[in-house]
């Protein structure tokens, strides 16, 4: 049951040593027996334990001060602390000094089995949260690595451009027709620099600072009177389907406007020609969330298309830089909602935001 486990028993009555080694062992722990505060460190010295299951009175020293040090200098150990009288101070400074557990004697199989059991429950609880942390750290280098990897050839093919473009310019005989083109595409080149370092500080920096009640329906109207010009010089027929009892919902607004705007033209540049662009907003009081989506009736994705979709700098556009969904996921999710995306290839895509309509109270206001 637990054989992975290893327990150091330190106490000076022989019945309450071989009671715990029998039940402990029976449970598949190695278990090792001293009798003294001395022998416990000198134990400690020559082998790693995950438990330490320790007397309160010793004869050579205080219980309490060897917890001390144990806590201190091995902090991996779980201590449980073993007493034959129930003072309330002694358990409330051995609570301080790190003991995890506290059991009074005499006590029988199945108590030492529950207090064990417990303490070896929050144990793997803290080992599995390590690990959890680990591997996400792990996946965060990861994922740094490759933006670094994208941002830097992003970067590099303007460089590039205006590398040679300048070059260019240093000809002597080149005419002032050529001259202004080379201006205008080296201008251009700028412009797209400018894009792309703004979108990754947009990207690194989507925090919550300045959240507001705000209007969903009134921000998406909006967006979509900004964008009216896109959607015109492609024809492309707006559907609008907004809740009318819509909750305020406390976001910041000028990075869910970006969302929608982002989300919104990257509908638009699926369709083609007289396409139709689907806008809802809907009150789900049992999610306690406001679901808004946006959906369009363009060439869809394929499965593995939206499994990347929300990475940084994946585009399917030649002119993309990639970072428009993956700076509206992040945005959202610092907001504590989540997006959902649904793609057929051929007939559309359908992404789903959601907000949490703020009914929970929150922890602050301010960066997650």
Sequence with gaps: MWSRYKALVTDDDRFIRKLCQFVLEKQGLTVQLVETGQATFQALSNASYDLLLLDIDLPDTDGLRILEKVTTQYPQISPIMMTGYASL????RAQELGAEGFILKPFNDAKLIQMVQRVLDRRQLREDYIQLQTSMQTEKLAALGRLSASLAHEINNPLQALRSGLRLLGRPQLDDTKR?????????????????????????????????????????????????????????????????????????PDHIKQVFINLILNAIDAMSDNGLLSLTTTYLPDKRHVMITVQDTGSGMTTDVISKV?????????????????????????????IEVESTPGVGTLFSVYLPDGSETEGDNGLT
């Design 310 to 338: 929300f990475e940084p700098f994946f585009s399917t556009k030649p002119t993309g830089t990639g970072l428009g969904l993956s700076i509206s996921y992040s945005i959202i999710e610092a907001h504590r909602g989540y």
């Design 89 to 92: 101070e002694a358990t409330i």
């Design 180 to 252: 202004k083109h080379y201006v205008a595409t080296l201008s251009q080149e700028v412009e797209r620099l400018i894009t792309i370092t703004g979108q990754t500080l947009d990207f690194a920096r989507p925090g919550r600072a300045g959240l507001q009640p705000t209007d969903l329906n009134a921000l998406l109207h909006n967006t979509l009177t900004l964008l009216n010009k896109q959607l015109q010089q492609k024809n492309i027929d707006t559907g609008v389907t907004l809740t009318a009892d819509l909750p305020p919902i406390k976001v910041v």
